[in-house]
Nanobody, 130 residues
Framework: QVQLVESGGGLVQAGGSLRLSCAASGRTSNTYAMGWFRQTPGKERDFVAAIRRNGDRTYYGDSVKGRFTISRDNAKNTVYLQMNSLKVEDTAVYYC???????????????????????WGQGTQVTVSS
């Protein structure tokens, strides 16, 4: 089993920055692909960003490209999401996710699919005010 715990959410003004963290514990002896998704009430959970197992490649949703950066520290079993130039429409609950099945040879589209992720955190609220 793997447990994921997000932190770093909060309230920020438009144009500001936040950094989310996701700490993995449990059966994390292997390095897995990880991602961030977000969800607003009444809507589906959307892909935000993902990072390959060794961190050599990252993927982003169109709405966050150029503003958000995903990174990881495998020694700490932690993945980060640096969010800059935040917009009101970035307001959502952000979820960290881990995939035991995604492999490095798989294309970007595979990393955007919820069904490819096995473990999820409890979510952290990000609110961007105007």
């Amino acid at each position: 089993q793997v447990q994921l715990v997000e932190s770093g959410g909060g309230l920020v003004q438009a144009g500001g920055s936040l950094r989310l963290s996701c700490a993995a514990s449990g059966r994390t002896s292997n390095t897995y692909a990880m991602g961030w998704f977000r969800q607003t009430p009444g809507k589906e959970r959307d892909f935000v960003a993902a990072i390959r197992r060794n961190g050599d490649r990252t993927y982003y949703g169109d709405s966050v490209k150029g503003r958000f950066t995903i990174s990881r520290d495998n020694a700490k079993n932690t993945v980060y999401l640096q969010m800059n130039s935040l917009k009101v429409e970035d307001t959502a609950v952000y979820y960290c996710a881990l995939s035991t099945g995604l492999r490095d040879y798989e294309g970007a589209y595979s990393y955007t699919l919820l069904r490819n992720y096995d473990y999820w955190g409890q979510g952290t609220q990000v609110t961007v005010s105007s």
